[in-house]
């Protein structure tokens, strides 16, 4: 029987015993976001601004995609390896970023429905 009582006490405790690991893995994400979205403004300043920016964003999530499941690799308990990261299919990636650019269109859509008005 599923209890939603014990599901979060499970992810609190997983958490609390991982935290260094997740908190690391949130800090090189943020960074790496900072790092490309400076690529991205000299890549504006350059001829080739949509190509550029549109390339710079799927290499940022391809990152965080890769450092978010060796975050989870190593709270799992499961030793990391590069194989284990390598499981990352491209049919897997493109459906990732589909489901991302669909996000950002309903969260736009929201935005401007609900909260302008």
């Known amino acids: ?8 006490a499970f992810g609190f405790e997983k958490t609390k015993d991982n935290w260094l690991v997740l ?6 994400v943020i960074a790496l976001g900072l790092i490309i979205g400076i690529l991205q403004k000299e890549i504006a300043h350059s ?3 949509a190509i550029g920016i549109i390339i710079s964003y799927l290499a940022e999530f391809f990152l965080s995609l890769i450092l978010i499941k060796i975050a989870l690799i190593e709270t799992s308990g499961i030793k990391f390896t590069f194989k284990s990261v390598s499981s990352i299919t491209f049919e897997k990636y493109l459906s990732l970023v589909i489901l991302w650019i669909l ?10 429905c609900f909260i302008i008005p």
Do not use: H, P, Q, R
């Open 1 to 8: 029987m599923f209890s939603i009582k014990e599901a979060f």
């Open 23 to 28: 908190a690391l893995t949130a800090l090189v």
């Open 47 to 49: 001829g080739m601004s």
């Open 103 to 112: 996000l950002f269109v309903f969260a736009t859509l929201g935005f401007i």
